[in-house]
């Protein structure tokens, strides 16, 4: 896609520093990294997020991404990693194009906090959730 910065880097029209690639998937090391060895893994074709790349190219993103989490367990001497995708802007998606984070973790201090808040179970009425969205399955 035109003036996507991921489809440039899949191309070869940007450069990166890759880890991986076969004819549907690359994978490169994240310019602005969490941590050390945070990697991106991406479909060479552009879809946007997770939700709308078709099931087939999912399944090879996936793979690539579990291989890289058990490699950098073994060969950088992670304690942990965190597999992440952001779908849309609100969800803290800034490039466009659906990709993976894979993060190395050495530490519960290092560069990675992932915080939930807790919504009190009284606002959030869970069996009417459940139902809204058992419909849609
Ligand atoms: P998102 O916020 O969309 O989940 O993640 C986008 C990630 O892409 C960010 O972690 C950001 O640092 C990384 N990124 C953005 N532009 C580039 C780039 O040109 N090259 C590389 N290697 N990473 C990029
Ligand atoms: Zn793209």
Same mark, same amino acid.
């Given at each position: 896609?035109k @003036? ?9 029209e ?6 991986y690639? @076969?004819? @549907? ?8 990294p969490?941590t ?11 879809y @946007?997020n ?21 490699i ?12 992440l995708?952001?779908c849309?802007p ?5 490039v466009?194009h659906f ?18 808040k807790?919504?009190?179970e ?10 809204e ?5």
């Amino acid at each position: 896609m035109k @003036d996507c910065v991921f489809c440039k880097i899949a191309s070869g029209e940007l450069p990166s520093t890759k880890v991986y690639e @076969d004819d @549907d998937v690359i994978a490169i090391l994240d310019i602005n990294p969490a941590t050390r060895g945070h990697t991106l893994v991406m479909p060479k074709v552009h879809y @946007d997020n997770f939700l709308s790349t078709p099931r087939e190219i999912l399944t090879k993103v996936m793979i690539v991404a579990q291989r890289l989490g058990q490699i950098a367990m073994k060969q950088l001497h992670a304690r942990g990693v965190n597999i992440l995708t952001n779908c849309y802007p609100v969800a803290g998606q800034s490039v466009l194009h659906f990709h993976v984070h894979v993060i190395p973790r050495y530490d519960t201090t290092d560069g990675l906090q992932i915080s939930m808040k807790d919504m009190s179970e009284e606002k959030l009425n869970l069996p009417t959730i459940a139902k809204e969205i058992t419909k849609g399955m």
